[in-house]
């Protein structure tokens, strides 16, 4: 995050002992100095995506955390050894995007920027307003899996002229993440036509402003332990403004295929081989006979069944396993133009079971919501309604036998659901405790970390507001909790 805390910084130093105009000569006509907002825009949701849904911040970090996936070598992330250099690149992916392709919030930043200095020229992209509420709900989406992360994060103050931003607690991230998310979806006018440079919606403003009112429900559930009577307010007006109704809703986005579109996990599978699927899921799916395991896990080389590997082996123990006896992602995961997830339709439909579950007013029931929500993912897969109802009539999966907590039963089948979404699977598993992960194979007593220490880089770059963000947390512990963790 240097760019954050020093550019502009730097830059009016630089400005201010400048007495001469260089701008005639500073000129490269191959290399214009206005950016229309369209290309900010797709630069931003690529980014955002590439680096949510890629080798190092999925693979290592979230689908480990959420125990998706195990190691076939290099198992130290299974075991939360976790690289300084991947956290590093994680904070600095988010906030300002990549050194060769930007974005990053950033990126939505300064589309916000350019909308209110420049309407003229922004408008060439579509509505200004429509932008900066598309924008706006982005950012909201990007600071929440930070925050969600690591906990007290800079927010208010990232973006401005400050050098080193202050750490806003995740109470106060949380409170404007409704409030931005609220007003981003009544700034959204879908009579004024789409915009251009969305990949997620093609412009199509109508489902952005499901897509905003649906994440104000995810932001608004993550907080109802904490705040019931906040959430219960939000989950009834952002089902009220209007929220996803179903699969065509979702929003992704859409991989190509080919460099430079390519799914990020396709692209790194092509050279490595790093990932199994775990035993954790497919020992889980198979006691369930989940129809969906054919297009979690690929069946073995060797034998042609489903066998997962143990999560958190040593080093020497993942690496001495034949990857023929063990099931490997699916083709389907890792197909070259398969999607990366923003949000979906079946994670909506759980959170609305739970909502229901919690007093909040919504015309169906917890147990309707919570059917939906299998379906949706059923669907979503590839998997026929009629597997569908077959597997929801099992007493292992009904809503009404299948645990005696409403929390362990929509908290369960909600992270099957979100499988290939790491860091989401691994934030129900923190805030609803429906067991199923289990401690590393090498250090089996090992608990799952409630969130993920600070950058290294930040010691020097920001280090009194890092040290008064830790002073908050008691330690820059793995095991400390963040703010709406209260189980």
């Known amino acids: 995050m240097k760019l954050t805390y020093k550019a502009f910084a730097i830059g009016a130093v630089l400005m201010a002992g400048c007495k001469t105009d260089l701008s005639e000569y500073n000129v490269n006509p191959n290399d214009p ?7 900010l825009l797709t630069g931003a949701e690529k980014v955002l995506m590439d680096k949510n849904w890629d080798r190092w911040n999925n693979g290592t970090m979230g689908m480990m955390l959420s125990q998706y996936w195990a190691q076939n070598a290099y198992a130290e992330e299974s075991r939360y050894a976790w690289r300084a250099g991947v956290i590093n690149s994680m904070w600095a992916d988010f906030y300002t995007g990549t050194a060769t392709a930007g974005g990053g919030l950033q990126g939505l930043q300064q589309i916000i920027d350019l909308c209110k200095a420049t309407p003229a020229e922004a408008a060439l992209s579509g509505d200004v307003q429509n932008q900066i509420a598309v924008a706006r709900t982005l950012k909201a989406w990007g600071f929440q899996v930070m925050t969600d992360f690591w906990g007290d994060i800079p927010y208010s103050q990232a973006f401005t002229d400050k050098a080193f931003p202050a750490y806003d607690t995740q109470e106060s991230i949380y409170t404007d993440l409704l409030k931005e998310l609220k007003e981003a979806a009544a700034q959204m006018d879908a009579t004024k036509g789409a915009i251009k440079g969305d990949a997620i919606f093609n412009g199509d403003i109508a ?3 499901k897509f905003a009112n649906s994440l104000r429900v995810r932001v608004a559930t993550r907080m109802s332990d904490r705040n019931a009577a906040v959430a219960k307010t939000a989950i009834e007006e952002a089902v009220t ?8 809703d979702n929003a992704l986005f859409g991989y190509l295929g080919g460099v ?3 799914n990020p996990l396709n692209e790194d599978r092509k050279t490595r081989a790093d990932f199994a699927v775990s035993k954790t899921v497919v020992d889980t799916m198979k006691n369930l006979s989940d129809p969906r395991l054919s297009s979690y896990a690929a069946p073995t080389v060797s034998g042609g069944t489903f066998v997962g590997k143990r999560y958190g082996l040593s080093n020497a123990n993942a690496t ?3 990857a023929n006896t063990i099931s490997q992602p699916s083709a389907k995961v890792l197909a070259a133009t398969a999607p990366g997830v923003f949000m979906d339709y079946a994670e909506l439909c759980f959170a ?9 007013t919504l015309s169906s029931t917890a147990e309707d919501w919570y059917n939906k929500g299998v379906k949706a993912s059923m669907s979503y897969w590839g998997v026929s309604a009629t597997d569908a109802d077959t597997y929801l009539a099992s007493p292992k999966v009904a809503y009404a036998t299948a645990s ?3 929390k362990k039963t929509i908290g369960f089948q909600k992270w099957l659901g979100l499988y290939m979404q790491g860091i989401q699977g691994w934030c129900e598993y923190r805030r609803l405790d429906f067991g199923v992960l289990v401690g590393p194979a090498a250090s089996p007593a090992t608990l799952v970390p409630k969130r993920v220490t600070y950058p290294t ?3 020097g770059v920001n280090a009194a507001s890092r040290a008064a963000a830790v002073a908050r947390l008691g330690t820059d512990s793995r095991n400390a909790r963040v703010w709406w963790d209260m189980n």
């Open 33 to 39: 100095s206005k950016v229309p907002t369209a290309f």
């Open 404 to 406: 005696s907590s409403w």
């Open 207 to 209: 489902k952005w402003k």
């Open 457 to 459: 880089d930040e010691q």
């Open 260 to 262: 430079p579109n390519n």
């Open 241 to 248: 403004s209007g929220v996803f109704t179903g699969n065509a």
């Open 352 to 360: 609305l079971a739970e909502a229901k579950e919690r007093g909040v």
């Open 320 to 322: 001495a396993e034949d």
